[in-house]
């Protein structure tokens, strides 16, 4: 029973590794494309990041929530003002937003939500797997997956020896892992012994102690691994508060303090990428949107339909890629949310086609059971 | 029998504690009564924090936002005053020292192990000021006393504290028809309720919809803070019949008749005996004790107990500590790092947390780096207890523990802050080998591998030695 979860991570992903089960790539060979997820938990609301300008009820349904200063970005949408960094990007068609999209979820619950926006499944905590952590391994992309939080998030399980970087206080002297690593025995200690596996082949830029408190100095660091051409090709980022049920507020407030922290990291990814901006794609993921309407504490309730964010040099153009459901009553999800015209997992899986150089199709029946997701790789990014 | 069940259970022996000769009888005799917190510093009440909580936030958001609404530099001046004034930083400091002491001196050890898993899973996440002001005094005010009564008390006594109230937004929750929602045209807040069913009680395996978790809402309509121009959101919780849904309910199949405050109570005992609920909790007890996958045959006592005793805790607890005992041997169970500092804290008798009087507090100035340093620690290893992300908890899965940086950190803690909790008299080689001795059947091959690296007597050296130890794997995982 116990062994099952381990079995799938290390033992399954060796066999597979072994068979010669991957499609032979050259990646060495090709530039280095970097993936960056930045997960918003809690329900980034998609209508408050990007708002419809072209649509009046959205004003009517949102008395207290209203925002003002919105950056146009055409006759339909408009950007928060606190995403400042997209809004200069999406000038020189380096951003671009997905909007009215959902993993395929219509539960409310954040647990099943992020489990599933994690997992890429259908059924909450099936699956024990991330589609990032599947994406690279059927890629064959081993020990090059960065996390930017302690704990190791499940979208990044599903292959080995990825790492984590959050820096301790103080410098640890890697010689004590080096002395009692065999005696970790046994397939109960699989997935100890793998971790110290990765501790010890860590950079030296990973060993330095830093203030893991400060999420731009992380980002700094993330983008210095990024950048270098052998260093990791897969970020993620962990942020949380979106859950704004009270005081969601409109420019100020506890939504637009936690799009702050999106626009603050990316900021400090595109400033220190240099040119592996280029070839760079960020990418943001949350488990659902929120209601259109604002409840009882002028916040909002967990709802359906979202946005994700994006920037980049591998975008296509800026532009706002949607299939608009509207928000007259009868439009929306269950009276009450923005609907999800387009499966989100359809622009991960696409957008790990580009950065991993693979067939989407490949990628779609390796990662997501064979789910129907269009490919977006020509509408969204450069191939 | 192996050593590793007092760890399995508890939290390892201390120096001066031996094994017993029946451990499971040792274990269960623990269960009958609630020990006294043996904190002897202050140990404030919740409705006294809640005051202190509402200074704070009244103070901030009434008088020192509106009197500095044009210089913020005397606005943060006046406010990091009145983080001192209102104990907003030092409370949390002086719960967490509570908690430790109370998990390093218990003579009812497991019992304390069965508050830590409660307080876990009624978990209040970081939101607001919670962690500073409410969530140590709901551990003990409201989760320890219901730990002798049933798990349906329990969670009545958890859905109608303040703290899980305010925690779930709740207060901020009208029944569209009654009399406050029509006149101020405010809708549910699903919140609670969604967590009620989802977390705390019958979890997703009850096959609820979304028109339960509305009905459910209604129900709990009206349950909220008591606001006040003075105190705002820190009121006593009462029942607001004028926020509270008129009209019948029906929540998994059941009606509740339109019933007013009576209503939770009705509902909360059909969720709390529903047997997806007992079966979902039982689940959560034994993978906390046994193992991250318990087995149907190791489940299944424990509901058998759960209802031939109606869902007595105190029973229940017994059944989960009966199979933790009966697979013991053949199990393993990773624990997560809080539970680890308890362990290591206990077997080599460290001083954590900081002596009473040194926490003491004038409210005069921030408290001293050394009142921090147990929570400093605990957030550095990544368990900052009264501050899970989610109202889920804290994970019990070794997966979600394991990773290069959590790992690193807990070399961090046993190499370089472990060794200067040490106590003086313990600074000895041999004092290593006598906790060893009392806690693992396998000191004498731990001994030899600190022997092998040859490492020398200077401090380094010592933290190097607790590095090595309390990341073996037999320390990591029972």
């Known amino acids: 029973m116990n062994c099952t979860r381990r079995n799938f991570l290390i033992g399954g992903s060796t066999t597979l590794f072994l068979s010669g089960y991957f499609p032979k790539i050259s990646s060495a060979s090709m530039k280095k494309k970097n993936l960056i997820i930045i997960?918003?938990?809690?329900?980034?609301?998609?209508?408050?990041?990007?708002?419809?300008?072209?649509?009046?009820?959205?004003?009517?349904?949102?008395?207290?929530?209203?925002?003002?200063?919105?950056?146009?970005?055409?006759?339909?949408?408009?950007?928060?003002?606190?995403l400042e960094i997209f809004y200069k990007l999406w000038e020189k068609n380096q951003a671009a937003f997905v909007h009215a999209t959902n993993i395929p979820y219509t539960g409310r619950s954040h647990f099943d939500g992020q489990n599933l926006m994690e997992t890429g499944a259908h059924i909450p905590y099936k699956e024990k797997t991330g589609w990032l952590g599947r994406g690279l391994l059927a890629s064959n992309i081993i020990g090059q997956g960065l996390a930017i939080s302690l704990p190791m998030p499940l979208l990044l399980r599903g292959v080995p020896q990825n790492n984590n970087f959050f820096p301790s206080p103080d410098f640890v002297e890697t010689k004590l892992i080096d002395q009692i690593y065999s005696e970790f025995k046994g397939e109960h200690n699989e997935l100890i012994k793998s971790t110290l596996d990765t501790i010890r082949q860590r950079p030296l830029s990973m060993q330095i102690a830093t203030d893991s408190d400060d999420r731009k100095k992380l980002a700094l660091e993330a983008a210095k691994q990024l950048k270098d051409q052998s260093g990791p090709r897969v970020a993620v980022?962990?942020?949380?508060?979106?859950?704004?049920?009270?005081?969601?507020?409109?420019?100020?407030?506890?939504h637009a303090d936690e799009l702050e922290e999106v626009n603050g990291i990316v900021t400090i990814l595109h400033e220190n990428l240099g040119k592996a901006f280029d070839n760079t794609l960020i990418l943001t993921l949350t488990e659902f949107g929120r209601t259109i309407k604002q409840n009882g504490g002028y916040g909002t309730e967990h709802g359906y339909g979202s946005a994700i964010l994006m920037a980049g040099g591998l975008l296509k153009k800026s532009q706002v890629y949607t299939d608009w459901p509207g928000?007259?009553?009868?439009?929306?999800?269950?009276?009450?949310?923005?609907?999800?015209?387009?499966?989100?997992?359809?622009?991960?899986?696409?957008?790990?086609?580009?950065?991993?150089?693979?067939?989407?199709?490949?990628?779609?029946?390796?990662?997501?059971?064979?789910?129907?997701?269009?490919?977006?790789?020509?509408?969204?990014f450069k191939i | 029998m192996s050593l590793k069940f007092y760890r399995r259970v508890a939290f390892g022996l201390s120096p001066n504690e031996k094994q017993d000769k029946d451990p499971l009888n040792w274990a269960l005799n623990q269960l009958n009564s609630i020990p006294d917190l043996l904190w002897p510093g202050t140990i404030p009440t919740e409705k006294e924090l809640r005051k202190k909580y509402g200074e704070w936030v009244y103070g901030d958001r009434e008088v020192l936002r509106k009197k500095f609404k044009n210089d913020k530099n005397a606005y943060k001046k006046a406010k990091d005053e009145l983080r001192i004034k209102t104990g907003e930083r030092y409370f949390e400091l002086n719960e967490h020292a509570i908690r430790h002491y109370q998990t390093r001196h218990s003579t009812q050890p497991v019992f304390e192990r069965f508050w830590l898993f409660w307080g876990n899973h009624f978990a209040i996440s970081e939101k607001d000021f919670l962690a500073e002001f409410s969530t140590g005094p709901y551990q003990r005010e409201i989760i320890r006393p219901n730990m002798v009564k049933t798990f349906e008390e329990m969670v009545l006594s958890v859905t109608t504290s303040w703290c899980m109230?305010?925690?779930?937004?709740?207060?901020?929750?009208?029944?569209?028809?009654?009399?406050?929602?029509?006149?101020?045209?405010?809708?549910?807040?699903?919140?609670?309720?969604?967590?009620?069913?989802?977390?705390?009680?019958?979890?997703?395996?009850?096959?609820?919809?979304?028109?339960?978790?509305?009905?459910?809402?209604?129900?709990?309509?009206?349950?909220?803070?008591?606001?006040?121009?003075?105190?705002?959101?820190?009121?006593?919780?009462?029942?607001?019949?004028?926020?509270?849904?008129?009209?019948d309910k029906i929540v998994l199949g059941v009606k509740y008749k339109n019933d007013a405050k009576r209503e939770l109570a009705k509902v909360i005992h059909d969720l709390a005996t529903h047997p997806i609920c007992i079966k979902f909790i039982s689940t959560k007890l034994c993978r906390h004790f046994i193992t991250d996958e318990p087995t149907q045959e190791m489940i299944s006592p424990v509901i058998e107990a759960w209802n031939r005793s109606n869902g007595s805790l105190t029973e229940i607890h017994k059944a989960v500590i009966t199979q933790a005992y009966k697979y013991n041997e053949t199990t393993h169970k990773f624990h997560p790092p809080e539970i680890w500092l308890m362990q290591l804290s206990r077997m080599f008798d460290l001083s954590i947390p900081l002596s009473a009087k040194k926490m003491n507090y004038a409210f005069k100035s921030k408290p001293t780096s050394k009142q921090r340093q147990l929570s400093w620690i605990l957030r550095e290893i990544g368990n900052s207890p009264y501050r899970a992300k989610q109202p889920n908890g804290w994970s019990d899965f070794e997966i979600d523990w394991v990773s290069p940086e959590l790992l690193l950190r807990r070399f961090w803690f046993a190499s370089i802050e472990l060794p200067i909790l040490v106590k003086s008299e313990n600074n000895s080689h041999d004092f290593i080998i006598a906790c060893l001795k009392n806690n693992f059947e396998d000191y004498e091959n731990m001994a030899s591998l600190i022997h092998q690296f040859r490492f020398g007597t200077s401090d380094k050296d010592l933290g190097r030695k607790y590095g090595v130890i309390c990341n073996l794997p037999g320390v990591l995982k029972v």
Request: glycine share 8%; net charge negative; hydrophobic share 35%.
């Open chain 1, 39 to 82: 997960s918003l938990r809690g329900g980034m609301d998609g209508l408050t990041a990007v708002p419809v300008i072209g649509d009046k009820r959205l004003k009517k349904l949102r008395k207290k929530l209203i925002l003002e200063d919105v950056l146009k970005l055409n006759s339909d949408f408009g950007l928060h003002p606190k």
């Open chain 1, 237 to 254: 980022f962990d942020l949380d508060g979106f859950d704004t049920h009270t005081a969601q507020g409109g420019v100020d407030g506890a």
């Open chain 1, 327 to 380: 928000l007259k009553k009868k439009e929306l999800f269950e009276g009450r949310d923005l609907n999800s015209t387009i499966d989100s997992r359809a622009v991960y899986n696409s957008a790990m086609s580009v950065c991993f150089n693979q067939d989407p199709e490949y990628l779609r029946k390796e990662v997501f059971w064979g789910d129907e997701l269009a490919d977006l790789s020509q509408e969204l």
């Open chain 2, 165 to 247: 109230i305010h925690h779930l937004d709740n207060s901020e929750s009208f029944g569209p028809n009654s009399k406050k929602g029509m006149e101020w045209r405010e809708t549910i807040n699903e919140n609670h309720a969604r967590e009620l069913l989802e977390l705390h009680t019958v979890s997703p395996n009850a096959g609820y919809t979304q028109e339960d978790v509305i009905q459910l809402a209604y129900i709990m309509t009206g349950w909220s803070h008591k606001w006040s121009r003075k105190n705002l959101e820190t009121g006593d919780v009462w029942f607001d019949q004028e926020m509270h849904q008129k009209g």
